[in-house]
């Protein structure tokens, strides 16, 4: 199973919108909607933000959103803020049971 | 609360085994599988398997089997993952983390990771 596509970085200025692309295959997220998102900041823990592609966790914030076309998801951040600067992996179920991340994509608050 | 505290940091040489435990507090142990995740320095995320506390039912990504393996002991709540052959770049922050839908990848609380170096 390879890992899904991330693009490596992405940048954006306060209150700007950015979205982050995940481009799996038709044995995982083109077959399931079943895709979550995770935030990590430096040294901790990752961070559950999005689940069955655009699900949010209670407590969460809107400004988080997920969606899915095909064999890409996407992540979408609006009204981006300094405390967003992180990196942010997605993962999908896949066929046989399994799990595949992508490679993750640091966001830096410019 | 809930709570998933993961074993203290390891050193070992090449060819051994490692066994990290992530010994879980605050809900039903039986009702949540619990996923590991490992992640090298400097890397990403990358899933490695799950276990199903209830059952001892295991899973692994296809490069994982054959050297990992995930145990659980229900009288001390806690699971196991023991790699085998331990080479460089098993080098990594091993995590644990539960999720109350099976095999799906929703993970709401991890454990603080533990870092098993390998380096002869």
């Known amino acids: 199973q390879s890992a899904l596509t991330q693009p490596a970085s992405v940048s954006g200025s306060p209150g700007q919108s950015i979205t982050i692309s995940c481009t799996g295959t038709s044995s995982d997220v083109g077959s399931f909607d079943y895709v979550s998102w995770y935030q990590q900041h430096p040294g901790k823990v990752p961070k559950l933000i999005i689940f069955?592609?655009?699900g949010r966790p209670s407590g969460v914030s809107n400004r988080f959103s997920g969606s899915k076309s095909g064999n890409t998801a996407s992540l979408t951040i609006s009204g981006l803020q300094a405390d967003d600067e992180a990196d942010y992996y997605c993962i999908s179920y896949a066929s046989s049971d399994t799990g595949v991340f992508g490679g993750g994509t640091k966001l830096t608050v410019l | 609360q809930v709570q998933l505290v993961q074993s203290g940091p390891e050193v070992k040489k090449p060819g051994a085994s490692v066994k990290v435990s992530c010994k879980t507090s605050g809900y039903t142990f039986t009702g949540f599988y619990l996923h590991w995740v490992r992640q090298a320095p400097g890397q990403g995320l990358e899933w490695m398997g799950w276990?199903?506390?209830?059952?001892?039912?295991?899973h692994f990504a296809q490069r994982f089997q054959g050297w990992v393996t995930m145990t659980s002991d229900k009288s001390m709540r806690t699971a196991f993952m023991e790699v085998s052959s331990l080479k460089s770049d098993d080098t990594a922050v091993y995590y644990c983390?539960?999720?109350?839908?099976?095999?799906?990848?929703?993970?709401?609380?991890w454990g603080q990771g533990t870092l098993v170096t390998v380096s002869s």
């Open positions: 276990i199903n506390p209830n059952s001892g039912g295991s």
């Open positions: 069955d592609v655009n």
């Open positions: 983390a539960r999720t109350s839908r099976g095999s799906l990848p929703d993970f709401d609380y």
